[in-house]
Antibody, heavy 118, light 107 residues
Framework: EVQLLESGGGLVQPGGSLRLSCAASGFTFNTFAMSWVRQAPGKGPEWVSTISASGGSTFYADSLKGRFTISRDNSKSTLYLQMNSLRAEDTAIYYC???????????WGQGTLVTVSS | EIVMTQSPATLSVSPGERATLSCRASQSVSSNLAWYQQKPGQAPRVLIYDAFTRATGIPARFSGSGSGTEFTLTISSLQSEDFAVYYCQQYNNWPLTFGGGTKVGIK
């Protein structure tokens, strides 16, 4: 059974940073692309970023480029999202998701809440 | 960016009735479209991918159709557990984009 467990969310001040982690199990992690998808309160999902299985290719939502960095450690079956210069509009539940080719989301974690507020 | 527009925003249906949800893309996405179901406090769950292929474990009462810019999700006979919010997502082009959702409620 695929399991994705996010962590690292919390309350951060505007301009601050957070690093989210997603521990994966139940599948061969290094053969799947992975993504982060966020959902602001009362809103629909918003794709954030995708990283290829090897980590050699990354893709970002245009609005986030330069502030967020996706990475992975295949030896630890863990996905990361480094978030810098956080803004109030980044407040959301952040989900990690297993990507099935070409690019739909087969399995999702339970999410971690990021709140950006002073 | 491809904009996905879902209609209606809210749909009230009686148990046992059919529900028809629409999703329109601002440009062609071929058949690269998925549908997700989300219940309160839960992550989305994939129902349909490649426009009409049911994901593993999804009941046959869920069906998807369409290609290009017009897509439909049909729930043939609504069960109590189907009352939820439904989202479409295109994966034909970067950035990947979702629709705004259709909330299916009890009539």
């Amino acid at each position: 059974e695929v399991q994705l467990l996010e962590s690292g969310g919390g309350l951060v001040q505007p301009g601050g940073s957070l690093r989210l982690s997603c521990a994966a199990s139940g599948f061969t992690f290094n053969t799947f692309a992975m993504s982060w998808v966020r959902q602001a309160p009362g809103k629909g999902p918003e794709w954030v970023s995708t990283i290829s299985a090897s980590g050699g290719s990354t893709f970002y939502a245009d609005s986030l480029k330069g502030r967020f960095t996706i990475s992975r450690d295949n030896s630890k079956s863990t996905l990361y999202l480094q978030m810098n210069s956080l803004r109030a509009e980044d407040t959301a539940i952040y989900y990690c998701a297993q990507v099935t080719s070409p690019n739909w989301f087969d399995s999702w974690g339970q999410g971690t809440l990021v709140t950006v507020s002073s | 960016e491809i904009v996905m527009t879902q209609s209606p925003a809210t749909l009230s249906v009686s148990p046992g009735e059919r529900a028809t949800l629409s999703c329109r893309a601002s440009q062609s996405v071929s058949s690269n479209l998925a549908w997700y179901q989300q219940k309160p406090g839960q992550a989305p769950r994939v129902l349909i991918y490649d426009a009409f292929t049911r994901a593993t474990g999804i009941p046959a009462r869920f069906s998807g159709s369409g290609s290009g810019t017009e897509f439909t999700l049909t729930i043939s006979s609504l069960q109590s557990e189907d009352f939820a919010v439904y989202y479409c997502q295109q994966y034909n082009n970067w950035p990947l984009t979702f629709g705004g959702g259709t909330k299916v409620g009890i009539k």
